[in-house]
Each structure stands twice: as structure tokens, then as C-alpha cells.
């Protein structure tokens, strides 16, 4: 796909990737998503604006309803939503 904003997708699919491999923790995953978010203001991409805003407000939720043994999995379902829908 042909992004508008092909420096903000390769950073978030390093992020994602870094935090399934288990190298970043989940603030910092939670904090490159928000950011991304941020950076996208074309109208074309409002799809992934909306996508990721509600991934990181899932995962918000998530930290405050999920018991930590299965939070880890959830955030992870989470992240590979994302990685499916921008690769």
C-alpha cells in the first residue's frame, strides 16, 4: 500500500514488532501507537487515525479491567490487529 505517511508506518511496525518480541514494554507500545495517531491528519487515512485510536484506548481499558496475567495477551491480539491492517 501506498501510505502518505510511510515514516509514521515503518516506526509503528517497528514498535509493534519490537513489543511482540517483547523488547519495548507496554507504555512504550502504548505511547508509539498514541503518537502515530497524531502524526496522521490526511483525510485518506482516516481509517488508520480511527484504527489506532481505538487500539489505544482498548489498550487503556484493558490495564485498568484485565487481570496482568491475561493482559499481556490481550494488548498482544491488539497489536497484531494492527500490524495485519498496515501490512
Known amino acids: 500500500m501506498n501510505w502518505i505517511y510511510p515514516d509514521v508506518i515503518n ?3 517497528k514498535k509493534c514488532n519490537s513489543y511482540l518480541n ?3 514494554s507496554l507504555d512504550e507500545i502504548q505511547s508509539s501507537i498514541y503518537e502515530a ?3 496522521i ?3 485518506e487515512e482516516k481509517w488508520l487515525r ?3 485510536f481505538d ?3 482498548q489498550i487503556e481499558l484493558n490495564r485498568y479491567t484485565i487481570d ?3 493482559l499481556e495477551q490481550s494488548v498482544e491480539l491488539i497489536i497484531k490487529n ?5 501490512s
Not at 494492527?82 to 498496515?86: A, E, L, S
Open 11 to 13: 516506526n509503528l511496525k
Open 68 to 70: 496482568s496475567e491475561k
Open 37 to 39: 495517531e497524531h502524526q
Open 50 to 52: 480511527e484504527l489506532l
Open 82 to 86: 494492527i500490524m495485519t491492517k498496515i
Open 22 to 24: 517483547k523488547k519495548i
Open 41 to 43: 491528519l490526511a483525510l
Open 55 to 57: 487500539a489505544e484506548n
